[in-house]
């Protein structure tokens, strides 16, 4: 495959009514999930349940993508090309829940008034913010009809930097003092297996690209 193409199927939309279905139950499972979290925020029955719901939305953000970035590598391993179709609903709820989080913590977090102040003086958040923006672009070219205007190769390029946005969400997470010992633990070392699985693919595929005119000449010089 080359390097800068997409596999069919990947982005496709689903051509069976049940996958249709299910894709949108599980876009009302997310909202009912999200209405659910911000119902328990705003009456509280716990001191700090706010706060629980805020680190609540992040970790379902955090769910979805790892979820979302798992995808492809499994279903090559276990060749089932259809699962591919499942990383846009996924990206794009992590998505959705990452900028839920973010909006909650903006107008309700505890630290107010100065909250806008504390974004850029503690790393964690600022660092969290650059991962949302990276995501917006992604999450805004994440329809057929941009992708065809985009090109898939361009949509690709684009759609790489989902790598760095996931970094940076965990160092986010574990910054925020996220126990090591259960789900942050296991994100630092999804994260950086998804990379390194990420880097020694795209290696090889320049390489294999770059092989081919090489050997081409070499064929044509022996039959000459
Ligand atoms: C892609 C973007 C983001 C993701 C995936 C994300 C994810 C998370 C996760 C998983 C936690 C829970 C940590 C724990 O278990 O203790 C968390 C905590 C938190 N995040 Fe985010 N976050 C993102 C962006 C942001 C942004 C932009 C802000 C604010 C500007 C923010 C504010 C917070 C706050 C205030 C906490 C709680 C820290 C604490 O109570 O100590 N997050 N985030």
Redesign the pocket.
């Known amino acids: 495959m080359s390097l800068l193409t997409i596999p069919r199927g990947a982005i496709a939309p689903s051509p069976y009514p049940v996958e249709r279905w299910l894709k949108r139950a599980f876009y009302l499972a997310c909202a009912a999930l999200a209405g659910w979290l911000l119902w328990r925020a705003s009456h509280q029955h716990q001191p700090f349940e706010a706060?629980w719901v805020?680190?609540e939305l992040?970790?379902w953000?955090?769910r979805f993508?790892f979820a979302c970035l798992l995808l492809s590598p499994l279903s090559r391993l276990l060749r089932q090309p259809a699962w591919r179709r499942w990383r846009r609903p996924l990206g794009l709820m992590?998505f959705a829940f990452?900028a839920i989080?973010?909006v909650h913590?903006?107008l309700y977090?505890r630290v107010w008034p100065h909250r806008m102040a504390i974004?850029v003086q503690r790393p964690?958040?600022a660092i969290?913010?650059v991962?949302?923006i990276l995501?917006v672009p992604l999450a805004a070219t994440s329809n057929d009809a941009v992708v065809r205007w985009m090109t898939p190769r361009r949509w690709r390029l684009l759609h790489l930097a989902v790598y760095p946005?996931a970094a940076?969400?965990v160092a986010?997470?574990v910054m925020?003092?996220?126990p090591l010992i259960g789900?942050?633990g296991l994100y630092c070392a999804l994260v950086v297996l998804v990379l390194a699985a990420k880097a020694w693919r795209e290696t090889r595929a320049v390489r294999s690209a770059a092989a081919r005119p090489a050997r081409k000449v070499r064929g044509s010089v022996a039959v000459g």
């Open positions: 706060d805020n680190k992040g970790r953000s955090l993508l992590a990452a989080h973010t913590f903006l977090g974004v964690y958040l969290g913010l991962a949302l995501f946005a940076l969400s986010h997470e925020a003092y996220a789900e942050a």
